[in-house]
């Protein structure tokens, strides 16, 4: 699991090469890296999506380009990102997020939290 710090929102229109290095690094993985999503929309609700480009996706969601279901709930907010090394391991991540319910992906949110605090003792 990769953690990640959003920087300035993308500018609608613009390509990834008019973002610097570093921004680009920190919102795509590497290569072929794929990121499972967890938002906050405005009305409270949670989303839940597959990206190869974190900050440019969130930059979508909020321009109102992005997924029908956040174009009526902006702002949105990012609450957590999982990285998978396939699309195809991004998908089925996504697709049994989206099976939980609310309780059980705020439990998930909070464990991703608590993993990245502190290192596990085996």
Do not use: Q
Request: proline share 3%; aromatic share 6%; glycine share 8%.
């Amino acid at each position: 699991m990769v953690e990640f710090r959003l920087s300035k929102p993308a500018v609608a229109g613009s390509s990834p090469v008019s973002r610097s290095g570093a921004a680009r690094r920190e919102s795509r993985g590497t290569r072929g890296e794929w990121f499972t999503y967890l938002l906050r929309c405005r009305d409270g609700s949670i989303y839940t999506g597959i990206t190869d480009d974190l900050t440019a996706r969130i930059a979508k969601h909020n321009d109102g380009s992005g997924a029908k279901y956040t174009r009526s709930r902006r702002p949105v907010k990012l609450l957590g990102a999982f990285a998978h090394r396939t699309k195809g391991a991004a998908l089925s991540h996504e697709a049994r997020i989206k099976r939980l319910r609310r309780r059980a992906k705020l439990t998930l949110l909070r464990r991703l939290k608590a993993s990245r605090r502190a290192p596990r003792i085996r």
